[in-house]
């Protein structure tokens, strides 16, 4: 599950980084995905929460805000505010 988890965050990091908006369903869908495997893995320093990983990933995009609307739409959880952003499961 943890390589699974670290593949997804992967794919949605490149669909982002590409920085076409029609990349940003990827994204989520990735993202979405990344979350599901996630549910029953220990988190160390070295691999972030999923609430971690979504606060940086929103530190670097949070001017994307198509790719937000798009996570918003597709994570159940996920609530975003002007300069951050929060996940509970």
Request: glycine letters at 2%.
């Amino acid at each position: 599950a943890c390589s699974a988890t670290l593949l997804r965050r992967v794919l949605a990091e490149d669909s982002i980084s590409r920085s076409q908006s029609k990349y940003y369903t990827y994204a989520a869908s990735d993202m979405k995905k990344s979350i599901d495997y996630s549910k029953d893995i220990a988190w160390t320093e070295k691999i972030p929460s999923t609430e971690e990983y979504l606060k940086s990933l929103f530190i670097e995009h949070k001017r994307k805000y198509a790719l937000w609307e798009i996570m918003l739409e597709k994570i159940a959880g996920l609530a975003i505010e002007k300069d951050s952003v929060s996940y509970s499961a």
